[in-house]
């Protein structure tokens, strides 16, 4: 089992910063890859940043060059710089780790959320 716990949303205006932060903790060493989601009420979730086990990350196009994600070398904490903050950016981030699970995929764990509002 992994828990996750997001800090660092809030209220920001356009052109801002924020940066994210998710604390691990449980069965760390199982974790294949983390990644940070968004979503917002009445649409669907939709992934921002992927981090893999070896570091390599992607990004969706929208944030690709503002965003930026990142994990402590104790791969405890996940972080997600957000730069030239937009008011569509607006909305409940989500952090997300998985772990493999022999016979049965990837077993998916998520945080409780941090709400990033931006102001125009």
């Known amino acids: 089992q992994v828990q996750l716990v997001e800090s660092g949303g809030g209220l920001v205006q356009s052109g801002g910063s924020l940066r994210l932060s998710c604390a691990a903790s449980?069965?760390?060493?199982?974790?294949?890859?983390m990644a940070w989601y968004r979503q917002v009420p009445g649409n669907q979730r939709e992934l921002v940043a992927h981090?893999?086990?070896?570091?390599?990350?992607n990004y969706a196009d929208s944030v690709r060059g503002r965003f930026t994600i990142s994990r402590s070398d104790a791969k405890d904490t996940l972080y997600l710089q957000m730069d030239s903050l937009k008011p569509e950016d607006t909305a409940v981030y989500l952090c997300?780790?998985?772990?493999?699970?022999?016979?049965?995929?990837?077993?998916?764990?998520w945080g409780q959320g941090a709400q990033v509002t931006v102001s125009s």
């Open positions: 449980g069965s760390i060493s199982s974790i294949f890859g």
């Open positions: 997300n780790a998985y772990s493999p699970v022999p016979g049965r995929g990837m077993q998916h764990y």
């Open positions: 981090i893999t086990s070896n570091g390599a990350t």
